[in-house]
Antibody, heavy 116, light 108 residues
């Protein structure tokens, strides 16, 4: 069955960096656009970024543009999110999801906390 | 950016009742690229409806979606105890993808 497993979250100081990973299985990863979506504590869902199936096209929310970079390794069936210049308002659970007909399948999320 | 406005913010209903949730877009959505999600506490969201009216795999037929253009509706025909949750609409026809703010369906 389809599985997406995020990792790499944790506590980081403002201005710091983290790299999130999303390991996938159970589907043909290279055929799918992929997205990162986040949810701040007690808040709603916010789409962060997507990447095309081949990796040539990316798009970012204005809130993260210039600070976050999405990438993928189709040979490893993995998705990544490099997060730099982190701020307190980046604190959230970060989910990876397949991006086809809406967000079809989701991981369980990884918590990123930005605090001094 | 397309803004999605969901109403009501909270819906208080009893099991067995019908739930009607609304999602209004700030501009017309191309090809009805509108999805609905259910989220329970501590869990990832689950896709219920895509293309405004198509049920995702494994979703019970008590969930139905309708609408086009700027006005969309999620209907739960008879609420089951496991349906009390937060529901989000989302558009995927334009970048950036955007979500509504959510409607909480709570037990009355």
């Amino acid at each position: 069955q389809v599985q997406l497993v995020e990792s790499g979250g944790g506590l980081v100081k403002p201005g710091g960096s983290l790299r999130l990973s999303c390991a996938t299985s159970g589907f043909t990863f290279r055929d799918y656009y992929m997205s990162w979506i986040r949810q701040a504590p007690g808040k709603g869902l916010e789409w962060v970024s997507y990447i095309s199936n081949g990796g040539s096209s990316t798009y970012y929310a204005d809130s993260v543009k210039g600070r976050f970079t999405i990438s993928r390794d189709n040979a490893e069936n993995s998705l990544y999110l490099q997060m730099n210049s982190l701020r307190a308002d980046d604190t959230a659970v970060y989910y990876c999801a397949t991006d086809e007909r809406g967000f079809d399948s989701w991981g369980q999320g990884t918590l990123v906390t930005v605090s001094s | 950016e397309i803004v999605l406005s969901q109403s009501p913010g909270t819906l208080s209903l009893s099991p067995g009742e019908r739930a009607t949730l609304s999602c209004r877009a700030s501009q017309s959505l191309s090809s009805s690229y509108l999805a609905w999600y259910q989220q329970k506490p501590g869990q990832a969201p689950r896709l219920l409806i895509y293309g405004a009216s198509s049920r995702a795999t494994g979703i019970p037929d008590r969930f139905s979606g309708s609408g086009s253009g700027t006005d969309f509706t999620l209907t739960i025909s008879r609420l089951e105890p496991e349906d009390f949750a937060v529901y989000y609409c989302q558009q995927y026809g334009y970048s950036p993808r955007t979500f509504g703010q959510g409607t909480k369906v709570e037990i009355k």
